[in-house]
């Protein structure tokens, strides 16, 4: 009998710190959006592993870090005036899947877009069109 309950509160265990690893994900995926929102470039530096790589399937393109950061001024001009709503559709073995409804002033979008952490940082990101609107989202 005592071993069945040092069992169930191993596993107990086991399961809130998933739960917990989940949910820190989906605070550093939260603190991701807000800070793309703004162009906050040292919060968004600070969010990427030093060896991230960012693809972008719709422009065949992937950027590092320091190229990702690099861009911040330009993006900093497209996302004047817009907002960036998103949801979480699925995380798990440290891959998280986001989909983002970028509402910019002229034309929406609704985005696929795939987070890798490992320990708080960022380490791969996916991104890919899904609708040129967020009709329904």
Known sequence: MRDRQSIFLAVAALLASLTSA???DGALIDRWYSALLVADR???SELLADDVRIKLDDLGVVQSKQEFIASI???KGAVAGAAIRHRVE?????????????????????MQETFA????RITASSQAAIAE????F
């Open 22 to 24: 989940r949910a820190d």
């Open 42 to 44: 040292t919060e968004l």
């Open 73 to 75: 001024d330009e993006w």
């Open 90 to 110: 699925k995380s798990e073995a440290g891959v998280t899947t986001v989909i983002a409804c970028y509402d910019f002033p002229n034309n929406d979008m609704l």
């Open 117 to 120: 952490v490992t320990d708080n």
């Open 133 to 136: 609107n967020c009709d329904g």
